[in-house]
């Protein structure tokens, strides 16, 4: 891997360096090369806006953030991005990160998907999400210089990104679909799943057991 992309260095502290080879060992290519960019997106904009941010934190977080969608780290019951937030936060602890700072991690990657709430929190947990949103549905697109995205498609591709992701997405949820009420993983399974209704708030306020 190049330490260096569209002016961003990639960490590769023997923190990253590990963390990079979870991700290699029990992700999928299509997964790699999102979260590396994800990464530098987020880090171009924490650049652009002066803002002060841990790289590798910012790093560690990219690498994780999917990682929920995949075994060892799906569980049954929890949100994809909950499982992934816990994976990190242990992985953190466990190389003797602070619990304050791991607790930031598990912020950005359990609120990545989770609109109008991380722009309030730390510079990493709303950098994540920005990078998030740029790579899967290209907010701040032209943010980015013809240049910087050919370079940084270059070294990390999304060939037929569109459907891998979603499909992606899917095999990760479909055998929670409850785990999407109130999030936008709803749409997937909406699409994707034979049968599935999106829970409605106002039906499950009707159907309440409370007389009034």
């Known amino acids: 891997m190049k330490h260096r992309i569209a002016d961003i260095i990639i960490p590769d502290s023997k923190l990253a360096t590990e963390a990079t080879e979870l991700l290699r060992e029990h992700g999928t290519e299509l997964l790699y090369n999102h ?18 941010y841990d790289p590798e934190l910012l790093y560690i ?33 466990q190389h003797g990160i602070p619990e304050q700072t791991a607790d930031i991690a598990w912020d950005a990657i359990a609120l990545h998907t989770t609109p109008g709430i991380t722009k309030w929190k730390k510079p990493e947990v709303a950098l994540l999400a920005n990078g998030v949103k740029l790579d899967v ?29 979603v499909r992606a997405f899917f095999d990760g949820i479909s055998h929670k679909p409850f785990t999407c009420y109130g999030n936008i993983k709803a749409d997937v399974c909406e699409r994707l799943l034979p049968g599935y209704k999106r829970p409605n708030f106002v039906e499950m306020i009707e159907n309440s057991p409370w007389a009034e």
């Open 137 to 165: 549905v290209g907010v701040g697109y032209e943010e980015l210089s013809r240049e910087q995205r050919e370079e940084i498609v270059a070294a990390f591709p999304r060939p037929n990104f569109k459907q891998e992701i």
């Open 35 to 52: 979260s590396l960019r994800v990464f530098i997106f987020a880090a171009l904009r924490g650049e652009r806006e002066k803002m002060k």
């Open 61 to 93: 977080s990219a690498i994780f953030h999917d990682l929920g969608l995949v075994p060892p780290y799906s569980s049954p019951d929890e949100r994809f991005e909950v499982d992934g937030a816990n994976a990190a936060r242990t992985f953190l602890q």
